[in-house]
């Protein structure tokens, strides 16, 4: 990744997961995230062929289907980062992080419970 590259600092518990388009993430994909140790997931779109306004909407009721999963729809952040301000991530992770840390872990009850619905 750039901030890599870049060698810009970010938090050090933040973890990229590359993807093709955040077009293709699910409730599964952010099910999984959690089932396996996350306390949040920011979502970061970069590509300018993307319907944002589409996205956004879709992040925000798969935040509404994770809540019946116990998981507060807080925990979840999409964020459109064009390229050429690609530093702006390295922000959005901090602010992020800061407010993740404020809700505390996932409890592991929450974990489990995702865990068993999908069978992992």
């Known amino acids: 990744d750039f901030l890599g590259l870049d060698r ?6 933040v973890r990229i997961v ?16 959690f089932a396996f140790g996350a306390d949040g997931v920011l979502v970061i ?7 944002e306004r ?11 289907e ?5 998981v507060e729809n807080m ?19 901090s602010m992020f992080t800061g407010r993740i ?3 505390g872990p996932l409890a592991e009850e929450k974990r489990s ?3 068993q619905k999908l069978q992992v």
């Open 66 to 70: 994770l809540a019946k999963y116990g």
């Open 113 to 115: 419970a995702i865990r």
């Open 18 to 33: 590359p993807v093709p388009t955040t077009a293709i993430l699910g409730l599964k994909h952010l099910l999984g995230a």
């Open 8 to 13: 810009t600092n970010y938090p050090e518990n």
């Open 54 to 64: 589409f996205t956004k909407k879709r992040m925000i009721d798969l935040g509404r």
């Open 75 to 93: 925990r979840v952040r999409y964020s459109y980062v064009p390229l050429p301000v690609y530093k702006k991530a390295a922000e959005l992770f």
């Open 101 to 103: 840390k404020k809700f």
């Open 45 to 51: 779109e970069g590509s300018q062929e993307i319907d």
